[in-house]
C-alpha cells in the first residue's frame, strides 16, 4: 500500500508540476507590461521592440514573454544590446540554411539582390567571401590570398589578429575592409594597419589594394594609438564612406597620482574614406572641436552625427563628413529621468528610448521637420507585479 501510495503521491505532485507549468506558459502569453500609443503612428515602431523582465513589448500591442532575448541560440551573439541594429535577424529569419553556414563571418553587407559575407581564415592568409542571390538562392564562393603590407615583417600569424571589419558592393566590386596588427620592419610598436580588398563581384578577382590607413611605428612605450571603425549604424547597408577615430594616448609616467594615471590625449584625428574613389580625408578642425565635447561620432547614410546618449539631456549635431561644418541646427532631445537611454537612427527618424518621469518612453523625431511622429510609454497591465517606474527595460531592433 506504500508503495502505491507513493505512485500516487508523485503522479499527484507530477500533476501539480504540469498545472504550474501550464499557469506559467499561459501567463507568458500576457505580460505584465504593455507598450502604449500616446500619439503618432505606430507603424515608424516596426521592427523596433522594448525588452525588459524577459518580455518584448511592440507598439501595435505585441507582448510576448522570453527568458532570454535570442532569437536562436547557434546565433547566440544576435542580440547583443550594445550593438545600434541586430540585423543578422533579418538575414537568418530569410535565408537561414545560408547565414547557418557562415555565422562566424567577420562581416556581412546586404541589399535587396545579394547578401555578402565574408571573413579571414587566418591559418591559411586567405579571405573566404560568400556571395547568395537572394531571389534564386544560388550561392558562389571564392578566396582571396592575404599578403603583409609593405614595411611588415612576417610574425606568428595569429599576432596579426586580421579581420574583416566592413563589406561594401560598390558598381559591381566588392570593398573588404581589413584591420590587422604588424610587426614593423624596422624597430618600433605594432602597425596598425587597415586595407581596402577590391573585388570584381562577376570574377572573384582582386582589382586593387587600398591602403587606408596605417599608425606610426612608436618607439617610446608609453606611447599608444588607438583606431576605431566608425561604419554605418547600419552595417549591412550600403554606404559609400567609413571613417576611423584615431587617437594617439600617452600613458601614465609612473607617477602615483590619480591623474597621472590617466592616459593623455596626444593626437586626435577622424579620417574618412571613400569606397568609390579611394580618397581619403581628415575631419577638419571645427568637426573635431564638436566631437571632442564628449560626444561620439556616428555616420548614416553619409552624414556625420554626434552625441552622447548616455546622459540626461542630450543634443543631436549633424556635421558635414568632409568639412565637419554644421549640416543642420542640432536637435535637442526631451530630458530623461536618468541616464539610461538609447538613441538610433533609421531612415530619415531618430528614435529615442529614455524615461519620462521614470516612465519607460519612446519618441520619434522626423529629422528634417523636427517633429515627433510617435510617442509611446510601457504601462503595467497586471497589478500584481511592479510597478513600471521601478523596470528599465532596452530598446532593440529586430528587423521587419
Not at 579620417?271 to 571632442?292: M, N, R
Not at 536618468?338 to 519620462?356: A, E, P
Request: hydrophobic share 35%; aromatic share 8%; no cysteine.
Amino acid at each position: 500500500m506504500k508503495r502505491y501510495g507513493y505512485s500516487i503521491g508523485l503522479a499527484a505532485l507530477s500533476a501539480l508540476v504540469l498545472i504550474g507549468y501550464a499557469a506559467a506558459v499561459a501567463a507568458d502569453r500576457k505580460p505584465p507590461y504593455r507598450l502604449a500609443t500616446e500619439s503618432g503612428d505606430a507603424a515608424v515602431m516596426d521592427g523596433f521592440v522594448l525588452e525588459g523582465l524577459g518580455a518584448r513589448l511592440t507598439a501595435d500591442g505585441g507582448r510576448e514573454r522570453t527568458g532570454s532575448r535570442f532569437l536562436s541560440m547557434p546565433f547566440h551573439d544576435l542580440m547583443d544590446p550594445d550593438h545600434y541594429f541586430s540585423e543578422r535577424n533579418e538575414l537568418i529569419v530569410a535565408h537561414r540554411s545560408f547565414m547557418k553556414g557562415h555565422q562566424n563571418d567577420d562581416s556581412y553587407y546586404r541589399d535587396d539582390e545579394t547578401v555578402i559575407g565574408a571573413d579571414v581564415d587566418e591559418n591559411r592568409s586567405m579571405i573566404d567571401v560568400r556571395l547568395l542571390d537572394r531571389a534564386s538562392g544560388g550561392v558562389r564562393t571564392f578566396e582571396l590570398p592575404l599578403q603583409l603590407p609593405a614595411g611588415t615583417q612576417r610574425s606568428f600569424i595569429s599576432s596579426y589578429d586580421r579581420s574583416i571589419v566592413d563589406v561594401q558592393l560598390e558598381n559591381g566590386r566588392i570593398h573588404l575592409l581589413v584591420r590587422g596588427n604588424y610587426p614593423p620592419a624596422s624597430a618600433g610598436q605594432t602597425l596598425r594597419i587597415y586595407e581596402d580588398h577590391i573585388v570584381d563581384s562577376a570574377s572573384g578577382e582582386r582589382v586593387d589594394t587600398v591602403e587606408v590607413f596605417r599608425s606610426v611605428p612608436e618607439t617610446e612605450l608609453s606611447l599608444e594609438t588607438t583606431v576605431g571603425l566608425i561604419d554605418e549604424v547600419r552595417p549591412m547597408d550600403g554606404s559609400g564612406i567609413v571613417m576611423l577615430n584615431v587617437k594617439r594616448l600617452k600613458h601614465d609616467d609612473g607617477a602615483e597620482t590619480e591623474r597621472a594615471q590617466q592616459p593623455i590625449l596626444k593626437e586626435w584625428r577622424l579620417i574618412g574614406y571613400d569606397y568609390a574613389s579611394g580618397e581619403t580625408w581628415d575631419l577638419p578642425k571645427a568637426g573635431l572641436d564638436v566631437i571632442k565635447r564628449g560626444l561620439e561620432p556616428r555616420l548614416h547614410e553619409g552624414k556625420l552625427y554626434a552625441f552622447n546618449e548616455h546622459v540626461e539631456k542630450t543634443v543631436i549635431h549633424f556635421l558635414d563628413s568632409r568639412t565637419g561644418a554644421a549640416a543642420a541646427e542640432p536637435l535637442a532631445l526631451e530630458q530623461s529621468a536618468t541616464k539610461q537611454r538609447s538613441v538610433r537612427l533609421q531612415g530619415g527618424l531618430i528614435y529615442d528610448s529614455f524615461h519620462s518621469e521614470i516612465r519607460p518612453t519612446v519618441a520619434v523625431y522626423d529629422e528634417a521637420s523636427r517633429r515627433v511622429v510617435y510617442r509611446g510609454g510601457v504601462e503595467q497591465t497586471d497589478p500584481r507585479f511592479e510597478k513600471v517606474r521601478f523596470q528599465y527595460f532596452t530598446f532593440n531592433y529586430y528587423g521587419k
